[in-house]
């Protein structure tokens, strides 16, 4: 969700944002169950544990399972499930880390009849868990005001949003064979920060479904956010084909989509990357041609991706015109420029003495300060990189330093829409690109002939200080280029047109 509003209010009055609580879709629901009542047919009780309007438990009813939920909020809605206003993080915290309380015995007995065993490792008695899990971060006043005690609940998988708390402690609640169908944020797929999670869910779990969803399907809530549909069960010796379901370009046509299930089917090795400098990233619809490109050389093997400047008060340190005492120029971030960009504004002159002095300017990789390179955009859906000139300066924003004998064919490169498929169809889904995800792009092997044109197409580019609609011809010509020194197939090329022509629905 973006950052540009700190409240979305419904109208009974509750803040989503602070909640965390989005209403699921009724035909969400429907799938979800199906897929766990084909896998386990036999099961015979459901937790949901974030349960809302009871929107995920009407196929478990109607098949006649027992239902327990929970939820921080009462709606008052309890005709299908066996609710307790309770907090689950709170619930699982009890659980596990104080099992001689007299409350970890009340939870266990009322939410898990059957006596399950934790010191057995048994888990929960529960058949199947369901869960639209809170999408907050850690902005919220929860994490804000329950952060020691998370942390300490969560050591390996942080506290930076709920979400992926909710999903660790499920893991860890089932017993073996147990099947847990989520609708939830998909950063986890790539994020850094969710390494241990997707680390987690591959030791512990067979992953049966990985669907992502159309941006549009919460937007009737005032919300864009990227999600994805996973099935697990718990317990890896359960790991089969995978249904992939890739992102469609909106609602009506991923409805469709479930209700005819017509999913391609994957094994677990061909949607994870493993690769040395990987991190176990799941990758959802890439064909076989690109994926494989990650097995070659990357950029950061090659070439310096560094962060430069951190200012800690930019209103204060960066002038947007050039003055005697505001000279040096500073690149922040090109956003959707490519090819050429000015400056996003001008440092002190003093910078440097001003970083001994004030503890929160910083300054990074001093030794390649003033080079000449790449500058790549930071915030925002596209992927982008300009010109970098010699003696300016830059931010915490992906930056190469490039010779120039490689810095105008590596610029047409990185602005095509294979690069464009790499970053935002593999790497990172979420909006935050960093050198450390630029430095993992793929180089694929290209001829001193086809790099020359590459060369001459980004001085182009540079030369006339194209606007994005200008440009559109010019990365046409560069994707035909290294198109055919890969030799995609038609399938491959179209997969990539259609996914840099919808970038922002897509990714």
């Known amino acids: 969700m973006g950052r540009h509003s700190k409240s979305v209010v419904t109208d009974t009055g509750l803040d989503r944002r602070e909640s965390g609580y989005y209403s699921t ?10 897929e766990l009542l084909r ?19 009407e196929e478990f009813f109607r098949a006649g399972k027992t239902i327990d939920s929970f939820d921080v909020e009462d709606f008052g809605i309890h005709q299908r499930a066996n609710f307790r206003q309770i907090d689950f993080l709170k619930f699982f915290s009890e659980y596990f880390a104080s099992p001689e309380s007299n409350r970890l015995k009340e939870g266990i007995r009322a939410c898990d009849r059957q006596g399950a065993d934790r010191r057995n490792g048994a888990g929960l008695h529960y058949d199947y868990y369901i869960a639209n899990p809170p999408y907050n971060c850690h902005e919220t006043d929860y994490i804000r005001t329950n ?3 998370l942390q300490k609940l969560f050591p390996e998988i942080g506290v930076t949003n709920m979400y992926s708390m909710f999903i660790s402690a499920l893991i860890s609640l089932a017993k073996d064979g147990a099947v847990i169908g989520l609708i939830t944020f998909d950063s986890f797929l790539t994020a850094g920060m969710h390494t241990r999670l997707r680390e987690q869910i591959l030791r512990e779990c067979s992953v049966h479904s990985l669907i992502l969803c159309p941006t549009d ?11 994805c549909l996973l099935v697990l069960q718990k317990g890896p010796q359960y790991q089969g084909q995978i249904k992939i379901g890739n992102r469609t370009l909106d609602k009506k046509e991923f409805r469709l989509l479930l209700e005819k299930d017509e999913f391609h089917e994957s094994c677990i090795e061909n949607i994870v990357l493993v690769n040395q400098c990987d991190s176990s990233e799941f990758v959802v619809g890439c064909p076989d041609e690109i994926k494989s490109l990650f097995k070659g050389e990357r950029l950061g093997e090659l070439y310096r991706c560094i962060t430069g400047i951190s200012t800690g008060n930019d209103k204060k340190y960066i002038s947007r015109e050039m003055t005697g005492d505001f000279s040096i120029p500073f690149f922040k971030n090109p956003g959707s420029r490519r090819f050429f960009c000015e400056p996003d504004g001008y440092l002190p002159t003093n910078f440097l003495e001003i970083e001994k002095q004030v503890p929160n300017f910083m300054v990074r990789n001093k030794d390649l300060l003033f080079r000449e390179g790449i500058t790549c955009s930071s915030m925002g859906v596209p992927f982008t990189a300009c010109y970098l000139p010699a003696n300016s300066t830059y931010g915490v924003n992906a930056n190469i330093i490039v010779d120039q004998q490689d810095i105008w064919w590596l610029i047409s490169y990185l602005n095509s829409s ?3 498929y790499f970053v935002r169809g593999v790497l990172i889904r979420t909006n935050m690109i960093t050198s450390g995800y630029v430095s993992r792009i793929p180089i694929v092997p290209l001829s001193p002939a086809v790099k020359s044109e590459l060369s001459r197409l980004g001085r182009a580019g540079f030369e006339n200080k194209l ?9 046409a010509s560069i994707d035909k280029l290294i198109h055919e020194s890969c030799k995609f197939s038609d399938e491959t090329e179209f997969e990539i047109a259609r996914f840099s022509k919808n970038v922002l629905q897509l990714t």
């Open 25 to 34: 879709p009724a035909f969400i629901g429907k799938f979800l169950a199906a």
């Open 39 to 57: 896998i386990k047919p036999d099961g015979q009780t459901v937790l949901d544990p974030c349960v809302g309007r009871e929107e995920l438990l």
């Open 147 to 149: 952060k020691e005690q």
């Open 217 to 227: 399907l919460f937007r009737d809530q005032r919300a864009d956010v990227r999600t």
């Open 418 to 420: 294979l690069v464009t």
């Open 467 to 475: 606007r994005n609609s200008d440009a559109r011809s010019l990365v």
